[in-house]
């Protein structure tokens, strides 16, 4: 049972550069969420989906798209990527209930010169 | 801004020691508080979790002590050992504007058991 998996592990872009980020779960689960991790202010919620074909903006979703076109699979998008976009991403997934547990992958280091 | 704060940043514990890990609060609209353990290069996993019920919870040598009035709470490890060197998030649940719900996380405290 593989979990959540992240792709790609680590990506150096240039300023202006595009890119997508995967994340693929196997456990059935309907809520997926991005975080972004950056040192002294924990994990911040940048978009999430409640569901296949459903989307929404979390606490900093300015300058990130993301895409939920299978239940699996939930995608964040980098349109033109700037130097405040460093960070490690993490996406996570779960059934949403009284005692929710969300299932994390091993994170994609983006470095954005 | 921070709607749950964490602290200490970091800690130096003794092997079997007492780590102690606090967090705060402001919206008492949260539902749910769980703490995180993540270690180096990996994603976070829930450690332990509470509902604002319960004033305490205990699991093996974790235990979160619970404080509604003053809307903190905290997690306590109990006879530290050096496995548990990682770093610790605690977390509230809150609904978003979209009428779901998603985990606001603290900053993180980094621990450091020493043998």
């Known amino acids: 049972n593989a979990g959540v998996t992240q792709t790609p592990k680590f990506r150096v872009l240039k300023t202006g550069q595009s890119m997508t980020l995967l994340c693929a779960q196997d456990m059935n689960h309907e809520y997926m969420y991005w975080y972004r991790q950056d040192p002294g202010m924990g994990l911040r919620l940048i978009h999430y989906?409640?569901?296949?074909?459903?989307?929404a903006k979390g606490e900093v979703p300015d300058g990130y798209n993301v895409s939920r076109l299978k239940k699996q699979n939930f995608l964040l998008g980098l349109e033109s990527a700037a130097p405040s976009q460093t960070s490690v991403y993490f996406c996570?997934?779960?059934?949403?209930?009284?005692?929710?547990?969300?299932?994390f992958g091993s994170g994609t280091q983006l470095s954005v010169l | 801004q921070q709607q749950v704060k964490q602290s200490p940043q970091s800690l130096i514990v003794q092997k079997g020691g007492i780590s102690i890990i606090n967090c705060a609060y402001e919206?008492?609209?949260?539902?749910?508080f769980p703490w995180y353990q993540q270690f180096p290069g990996k994603g976070p996993a829930l450690l332990i979790a509470?509902?604002?019920?319960?004033s305490e919870k205990k699991e093996g040598r974790f235990t979160i002590s619970f404080n509604k009035s003053a809307k903190q709470f905290s997690l306590h490890i109990m006879d530290s050992q050096p496995g548990d060197s990682a770093t610790y998030f605690c977390?509230?649940?809150?609904?978003?504007?979209?009428?779901?719900?998603?985990?606001?996380f603290g900053s993180g405290t980094r621990l450091q058991v020493q043998p």
């Open positions: 989906s409640v569901g296949e074909g459903t989307t």
């Open positions: 996570a997934s779960t059934v949403q209930g009284p005692n929710e547990k969300l299932f």
């Open positions: 977390a509230a649940r809150r609904l978003m504007d979209t009428g779901r719900r998603a985990l606001t």
């Open positions: 919206n008492t609209a949260f539902d749910y």
């Open positions: 509470i509902r604002p019920d319960v």
